[in-house]
T-cell receptor, first 114, second 110 residues
């Protein structure tokens, strides 16, 4: 069974640019959640996708958007990057929506905005 | 507002000593509480959840609704317990949005 994978591992962007982060969910999982973890903080929920539809969103501006594909992999897109977007971005997948289903986390993508 | 508070950034104990990692929460409803752990160079993983009422790796946590706490305890710490521990709350429902605390780094000294 393959776990959650994320790409790229690290990324450096300039303020104002756009970035796309990718996540492959664990085999058999149809739900993907994205979290932002700033240095010294716990992960913060960005949004969740269930069967290709957005299924809940945290307190993030519209320039944070996402997609889920038919194979349940997912992308996180961030437009007009700001310095404060520098963080570790975590993807988590689960085999269903709701609390009974454990979320399995990927290793994260470290984004640095200069 | 929904919030999870972990008051200690770092907890250092000696091997064999008892451990208690504190977690308090603020939530208007019936929360589900979790402890996640991140060992060095590994990904974040679920340690335990209050509804399971299990003991995992010797750790237990009891939900105290009166004190709005979900402290993680272990009677005898081991060096391999050294890791970052996050307490998290779920708002329930279909989304299972997790709200994390800032984490406590547990360092078990030999």
């Amino acid at each position: 069974e393959t776990g959650v994978t994320q790409s790229p591992t690290h990324l450096i962007k300039t303020r104002g640019q756009q970035v796309t982060l990718r996540c492959s969910s664990q085999s058999g999982h149809n739900t993907v959640s994205w979290y932002q973890q700033a240095l010294g903080q716990g992960p913060q929920f960005i949004f969740q996708y269930y069967r290709e539809e957005e299924n809940g969103r945290g307190n993030f501006p519209p320039r944070f958007s996402g997609l889920q594909f038919p194979n349940y992999s997912s992308e996180l897109n961030v437009n007009a990057l700001e310095l404060d977007d520098s963080a570790l971005y975590l993807c988590a997948s689960s085999s269903g929506q709701g609390t009974p289903y454990e979320q399995y986390f990927g290793p994260g993508t470290r984004l640095t905005v200069t | 507002a929904q919030r999870v508070t972990q008051p200690e950034k770092l907890l250092s104990v000696f091997k064999g000593a008892p451990v208690e990692l504190k977690c308090n929460y603020s939530y208007s409803g019936s929360p589900e509480l979790f402890w996640y752990v991140q060992y060095s160079r590994q990904r974040l993983q679920l340690l335990l959840r209050h509804i399971s009422r299990e003991s995992i790796k010797g750790f237990t946590a009891d939900l105290n609704k009166g004190e709005t706490s979900f402290h993680l305890k272990k009677p005898f710490a081991q060096e391999e317990d050294s890791a970052m521990y996050y307490c998290a709350l779920s708002n329930g429902g279909a989304t299972n949005k997790l709200i994390f605390g800032t984490g406590t780094l547990l360092a078990v000294q030999p």
